[in-house]
């Protein structure tokens, strides 16, 4: 379970949604006191935390998990004021494991977030492949997005209409359940990473 304890309805609702895409189970709270109940009744796998929280500060939640936890339980700082470089330092030296900057681009949010959660419904290489289920013609497109080729550099070496390709593009985000062309990329290099091969 994920914990997000934030006040800002806005960055729960993207987040939620994005985290939740994922397999992710998440819990959003909007005070520091219901964040450390929530917390200490079941020890959460994340806990994002808005550092302005009514009442106790988002800081002092973090003290207190990581007093509780130790440095196994990954804290998120999130914030929309507290965005100078001495405030991401002075949060990252409080024990945080990362400081995210609002607005913020939810597939980053969860790219990092993987690097600490693995989601609940991974797969792994050829199961995850198959998963996908996409076509001879899908995964050749892929392939060239994985490799860094633009719309065009792919209908030239295919011989197929750009407009085909972009077609292809959003059949894959759907079958690949992401939203951007860097998640796909992601998703392959994670599934099978052999399967990327340098062109020479």
């Known amino acids: 379970m994920i914990v997000i304890a934030d006040n ?20 959003a ?3 520091a006191e219901e964040a450390l109940r929530a917390a200490l009744e079941n020890r959460p796998d994340l806990v994002f935390v808005e550092t302005n929280l009514p009442g106790t500060s988002g ?19 999130v914030s929309r004021e507290r965005t100078e470089p001495f405030d991401r330092v002075a949060g ?8 995210l900057v609002k607005p ?25 492949e198959q998963a996908w ?41 759907v079958k690949l359940r992401v939203h951007s062309r860097a998640q796909a990329v992601a998703a ?3 599934a099978a990473p052999q399967a990327i091969k340098p062109e020479r």
């Open 8 to 27: 800002d309805r806005e960055t729960v609702a993207l987040l939620s949604e994005a985290l939740r895409r994922f397999g992710y189970e998440v819990l």
């Open 29 to 31: 709270v909007e005070s």
């Open 59 to 77: 800081y002092t939640v973090c003290r207190a998990l990581k007093d509780r936890y130790g440095p196994s339980l990954p804290v998120f700082f």
């Open 92 to 99: 990252l030296l409080l024990g945080a494991d990362d400081y």
């Open 104 to 128: 913020f681009d939810p597939g980053e949010v969860v790219a990092r977030v993987r690097r600490f959660v693995a989601p609940p419904d991974a797969r792994t290489g050829s199961e995850e």
């Open 133 to 173: 289920n996409l076509t001879r013609r899908e995964q050749e497109v892929l392939d060239l997005v994985a490799r860094g080729h633009t719309d065009a550099d792919i209908s030239q070496r295919l011989q197929i209409a750009p407009k085909t390709v972009g077609t292809h593009v959003q059949r894959i985000l």
């Open 188 to 190: 392959v290099y994670l």
